[in-house]
């Protein structure tokens, strides 16, 4: 497979390239050329199959560079996890993608990256290093996915005061090769930063770098296997899916799925605050505001990378877009009560998260439809939030409880390029 760049100003390059490169140097985004439909056998049959099983035949023709049987290993190796399907209401459901290593869906994805780059890198003798953006839970699954693992280097970059207390311990505690860089800025700061790091010839030039953000193919595409995986265990004519969205990679992974063949139904576009997309799929037209904090952290991005492969997915075309996914956007304070609602009338414990995604099925299932939300972390990780929702403290888990009491390491800079180059440079 060959991937190109949506700028369409750089050349095409292989897998194996466009995930060591992350991104092509016209600054677009890595997007495969072509999506071909999985095999009717494979669309007949995947309800039969293991979740690694799955997975394989959804990434083999992308993952073009690995030979199967170590594609198959890699895979059975990240998706060794279980990913629930719960039934909330009658016909409303939640795919638990929390029971990972770090706590959110973000393992998935993360866990694949660091599989394939390792699988690269075993004959190189090149130092990588690994620049990751995150609003809350990528840098502590990308921290997990590569902790300890030689020739690699991961430096984080998250928004000072602006993540989770128990997200901010997972990216800042575990040390070894693994540095957290605390910016003075938001989310949009950190990934400009990001961005602006691999445009940077001369830093380039003088260390080998990687992004483990979802604009990163082997990040963003096996994302979809779990869509087909929620397919298995929900037969249903015209599903509806909401996805808790901020960097809209995780939507857009459902889009892939369906391009694929599987017949995951349509979309619901699920924000905070920070509506830029669910405005643009009501108005057609994009234009994003400063981004705010809401009680949806991992959410809180006002310049979604992955909208330019939405586009993509869809031939660019407004029409074709809007027949498949609608926005929705939830406020704070609704957040809040929908936690409490959920809890009280149907005795399942919301995330600030998958809150959105669950109020957005209540307002859009039409009678008799289903629909399934996407839980994308686990509720703990966001203990205040929960608490003032609930009028209570929930109870801490043992793994919780261990990340707290450890002490944090981080070093600060400014949303300036120079510092972030300074640092690296050294
Ligand atoms: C990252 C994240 C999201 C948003 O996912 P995108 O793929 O960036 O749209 C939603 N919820 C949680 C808990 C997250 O960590």
Redesign the pocket.
């Known amino acids: 497979m060959k991937y190109y760049s949506t700028n369409r100003k750089s050349p095409s390059v292989g897998f194996k390239e466009a995930v060591i490169n992350s991104l092509p140097p016209d600054n677009g985004l890595y997007f495969p050329e072509s999506i071909p439909v999985l095999s009717p056998e494979v669309l007949n049959n995947f309800r039969s199959m293991a979740l690694p099983e799955i997975g394989f035949e959804m990434m083999k023709a992308f993952a073009s560079d690995i030979p199967e049987a170590d594609l198959r290993s890699i895979l059975e190796d990240v998706l060794s996890f279980d990913i629930p399907l719960v039934q909330v209401e009658e016909d409303i459901y939640s795919l638990e993608l929390y029971h990972g290593p770090t706590y959110?869906?973000?393992d998935v994805g993360a866990r694949f990256l660091a599989r394939c780059l390792g699988y690269f890198s075993q004959d190189q003798d090149e130092e990588v290093t690994i620049l990751v953006a995150t609003?809350?839970?990528?840098g502590g699954a990308v921290a997990n996915g590569f902790y300890g693992v030689e020739g690699v280097k991961v430096v984080i970059l998250y928004p000072s005061g602006k993540v989770s207390d128990l997200q901010e311990k997972q990216l800042t505690t575990l040390g070894g090769n693994i540095s957290a860089l605390e910016v003075d800025g938001d989310f949009d700061d950190c990934q400009a930063l990001v961005k602006q790091a691999f445009l940077d010839k001369e830093l380039n030039e003088k260390l080998s770098l990687t992004s483990a953000n979802?604009i990163n193919i082997a990040r963003w595409m096996p994302q979809s296997i779990y869509y087909a995986w929620m397919l298995k265990q929900l037969e249903s004519e015209d599903l509806l899916i909401a996805v808790?969205?901020?960097?809209?990679?995780?939507?857009t992974a459902a889009m892939f799925a369906k391009r694929l063949g599987f017949p995951v139904g349509s979309f619901l576009a699920c924000s905070n605050a920070n509506d830029v997309v669910p405005r643009y799929l009501e108005t057609a037209a994009y234009s994003p505001k400063a981004t705010v904090a809401t009680y949806a952290n991992?959410?809180d991005?006002s310049m979604p990378s992955n909208f330019p492969r939405m586009q993509e997915l869809y031939d660019s075309s407004y029409e074709a877009i809007t027949a498949d996914v609608s926005g929705f956007t939830l406020s704070d304070d609704q957040i809040l009560q929908t936690i409490s609602d959920c809890r009280r009338e149907s005795k399942y414990l919301l995330d600030p998260?998958g809150a959105i995604g669950y109020a957005a099925l209540k307002q859009h299932c039409q009678p008799g439809q289903r629909g399934v939300f996407l839980e994308?972390?686990h509720p703990i990780k966001f203990a205040p939030t929960m608490a003032k929702a609930l009028g209570q403290e929930l109870h801490m888990p043992d793994f919780a409880a261990g990340l707290m009491s450890r002490e944090k390491v981080s070093q600060k800079i400014g949303k300036g390029y120079g510092e972030l180059k300074e640092w690296l440079m050294e």
């Open positions: 959110a869906f973000k609003s809350g839970d990528t979802s808790p969205s901020g960097n809209y990679g995780n939507i991992a959410m991005v998260h994308t972390a």
